[in-house]
């Protein structure tokens, strides 16, 4: 079983930083994409951001330009560094892992961390 472990939430105020951090029990080499999504409080799951293995990445509009996505394949681990947070950034953060391998899909979540923005 595939294990997703994200780290790195916590409260921050309006225009501070975070880094978040996805830790894989397996080798993240053969993982064609990554991505995080948040789900704030009442809303839908949506995504923020995502990687590929050939170094593609996808940002949501609403994130781009604040938010970078990066992964380190020698450390098996995810990041997403988060600057100039906003209160709306408030939500869970799940960490995503699918690939797919002799035809079969696999799809992984994280259990999540909270990023809190608020003064």
């Known amino acids: 079983q595939v294990q997703l472990v994200e780290s790195g939430g916590g409260l921050v105020q309006p225009g501070g930083s975070l880094r978040l951090s996805c830790a894989a029990s397996?080798?993240?080499?053969?993982?064609?994409?990554m991505g995080w999504y948040r789900q704030a409080p009442g809303k839908e799951r949506e995504p923020v951001a995502a990687i590929t293995t050939g170094g593609m990445l996808n940002y949501a509009d609403s994130v781009l330009g604040r938010f970078t996505i990066s992964r380190d394949n020698a450390k098996n681990t995810l990041y997403l560094q988060m600057n100039s947070l906003k209160p709306e950034d408030t939500a869970v953060y799940y960490c995503?892992?699918?690939?797919?391998?002799?035809?079969?899909?696999?799809?992984?979540w994280g259990r999540g961390t909270q990023v809190t923005v608020s003064s």
């Open positions: 995503n892992a699918h690939w797919a391998t002799y035809g079969q899909v696999h799809d992984y």
């Open positions: 397996i080798s993240i080499v053969g993982i064609n994409a």
